[in-house]
């Protein structure tokens, strides 16, 4: 008779060989596998769960759109009688009152999100997956990766019947929360300032809120916590509260579940009214909401994505975005990695800075929002009431990490208007949003868009700002890392992608020519009519790096 481990060499299948395997079937796994099928690849996914599985984290962006259509899925999500999602309203800050903002505010090209049902929206985008070539095995759950050789990593797989070791060069660990590699390679860090929990259920019947804000996301500060309430199909609502999760624990310790979500949803005025004839259909359902990073997001054969490289407090609903643009980047990474070696390193340090950027982008702006709604003195506010910039980082520091150097929009916009934020930092918006204006209206003096040969910019002599520096960096192209010119400044640290054209430009700049002799240099050669094409755009670019900082004042030739 054959013994234990006889029976389970018995039940191994031979080992397959992949190009790419990737670990988990969310937004970010079914998207990277996608990308990366399309350009070719050999890629199967595994999944633990077998789809439609449940899922938290109903409330979708706007710019997540435009992935959304890349991946070739928009028709089939906007087939599925999602709730069309036009903003968010909130009550939170001084204003009792609930206040709304819409997308179109600030994006007009894409004006709506949805709200959807996890189930539905994450098997569309699996079924996607397999509809590119990925070969996609459900009800598989990946026990081990092994980088012990040279060669690719192996894999090992175990599903209901057998388990099964498979080989591959790349691996993408889009495992979401459970963070495969992440805690494998104990890689995860989490942040002090957002430990967090949340109790969830869903209900029939809520109230919707009047038109036209029926389809937003409504959000609701109490005195321990914050409480979410998402419009789904079928007159279901999403209902959840985040609470301090020591203190949600020690609750939780003494009283039942259901007595907590009750106890915490009464505290909410609005969304208990909302409730009040409602039906709740599931038992509620309490989980972690503890954000967090890894120390490294790429490695030798490894890319983490979404969930499974980090997670940022869901107040901005961010999380299936940066899981879906992540999976744009991965599969540009990988792809230039198989490709091209000589861009593994320098795309994977590209790679893990544009993911931060996003990562610390929604995690200053919650952070403030956190500090800026001062109507409780309960622990769950004061706690979060510090602003998170350290001493020697001045508020204009902290809000151009916050903002990435742009001028504040969407959410940034509504902290500083509706919100109590500090001072010191609404001082340093202010100033730095008046400083672009002079800017920009100083330029607009200067160029004449109907003559552009005849602008007064030309004859004009630029300065770059101390600190500009140009430098040949990994950007993303067409679906892969490619080389080409990235500008940082002091007022754009973590750099921008330019044109050759508009790098060779700035190099020139010397504080002594005017911009007249720094073009017949830069376009000495081409034909006139060409030049004629360029001009208008170099004069535009000029303008821009003015208003950004990157050139720090012009004087008369
Ligand atoms: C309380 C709360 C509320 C939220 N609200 C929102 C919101 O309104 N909007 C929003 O955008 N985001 C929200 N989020 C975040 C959002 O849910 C996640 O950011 C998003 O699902 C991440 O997608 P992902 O693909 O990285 O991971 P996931 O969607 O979690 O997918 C990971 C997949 O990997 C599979 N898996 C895990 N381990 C293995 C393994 N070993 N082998 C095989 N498969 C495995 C899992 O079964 C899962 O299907 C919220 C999160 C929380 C905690």
New binding site residues.
Partial sequence: MANTSDSQAASRLDSQSHTVIV?????????AATLLARQGFDVTL????V?P?E???????PA?IPILETLGVIDEIEAAGFTPKFGATMVWGRDPQPWSWHFAETNATYPNAY?VW?PTF?HILLRNAATHGVTVREG????DVSFDTDGPAAVT?ESESNAEVHHADWIVD???????LARQLDLRTHDDFFR???V?SYFRGAKRLPEPDAGN?FIEAFEHGWS?A?PLPDDVM?V?V?VDAQWGGDQLRTISTDQFFHDQLAQTGRTTAMLADAERLDPPRI???WSYTAQRLVGDRFIL?????C?ID?L?????????S??VLASAYVTSALRHPDLRHPAAEVYTQLYMQQYHQFREMAALFYASNRTSDSYFWEARRITQTTDDVSPREAFIAAVAGQPPQGYERVVLERGEAPADFVEGVAEVEAERQRRDTEMARLIDNAWPNRSPMLDAVPTLADGVDVARKPVVGDGQFEWGAVISSATRPQGAPVSTLVATLVLRIDGQRSVRHLLDDLLDGLPEQQTAQLLPGLLTALRILYVDGIIAHWRSA
């Fill in positions: 670990i988990g079937g969310g937004p970010g796994g079914s998207a595994f999944e633990r769960e789809f599985r899922h938290v984290g109903e409330s979708l962006l997540s709200q996890r994450d598989c759950r990946v026990t797989i889009a495992s979401g929360q459970s963070g495969f967090n929990l949340a969830y996301i979410w998402i999403s959840g985040v989980i972690r909401d994505v979404g969930d499974a490289a997670f869901p901005f609903s961010s999380g299936v975005h940066l899981a879906l992540s999976a």
